[in-house]
């Protein structure tokens, strides 16, 4: 079972032991979370601390999972983005030169592209990482933060650590 706690970021401190296995932490492992409130973009990035091993574990990156990120995403998007400007600039019914068509299209095309690549490499190229590594990248992940109070919420695997926290916060 996972547990959260909030905290105010800027005022919070991990205690310095691996939040996967609570032995004493070496590294620090950061996480990133992006959050839109209306025109606001707030990107919440933690350093969780981490022993050796863990952070190694979160670190690694499998051979298919690096070819997934590198390769497939990379191709997927170009693709991807070629397609699009094909499929927009043959069915143009509007009576523009073939400049204006060329150009949009392009830069429907870079855009396809950008979020074909985006797609693959952050949510597809993870589900080919070690059992190992997903542990240890998911130890600790924000869920929810509210820039009201500016209170952040982690959600812990390791509900024991949770606890230690929810006391000393
Ligand atoms: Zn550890």
């Known amino acids: 079972m996972s547990k959260s706690v909030d905290v105010k970021l800027a005022q919070f401190k991990f205690p310095s ?3 996967v296995c609570m032995s004493p932490s070496s590294k620090y492992f ?3 979370q992006v959050y839109t409130y209306g025109q606001k973009t707030y990107r919440m990035k933690v350093d969780v601390p981490m022993c050796e091993k863990h952070y190694q574990a979160a670190s690694f990156k ?4 690096k070819v997934v ?3 497939v995403a ?13 499929v927009l600039i043959l069915r143009w019914t509007g009576d523009n030169s073939l400049i204006i068509k060329l150009f949009i299209g392009a830069i429907m095309g870079l855009g396809v592209f950008a979020m074909v690549w985006w797609v693959i490499s952050a949510f597809i190229a993870p589900l080919f990482a070690k059992r ?18 500016q209170i952040t919420r982690l959600e812990f695997a390791n509900e024991q ?8 916060t």
């Open 17 to 19: 032991m691996c939040v």
């Open 30 to 32: 950061g996480i990133e």
């Open 62 to 65: 499998s051979s298919v999972e």
């Open 69 to 71: 990120e590198k390769h």
């Open 74 to 86: 990379v191709g997927g998007g170009i693709l991807a983005g070629i397609a699009a400007m094909i």
């Open 132 to 149: 190992e590594s997903k542990e240890a990248r998911n130890a600790v992940k924000i869920t929810r933060y509210s820039p009201m109070d």
């Open 161 to 168: 650590l949770a606890e230690i926290l929810q006391k000393t």
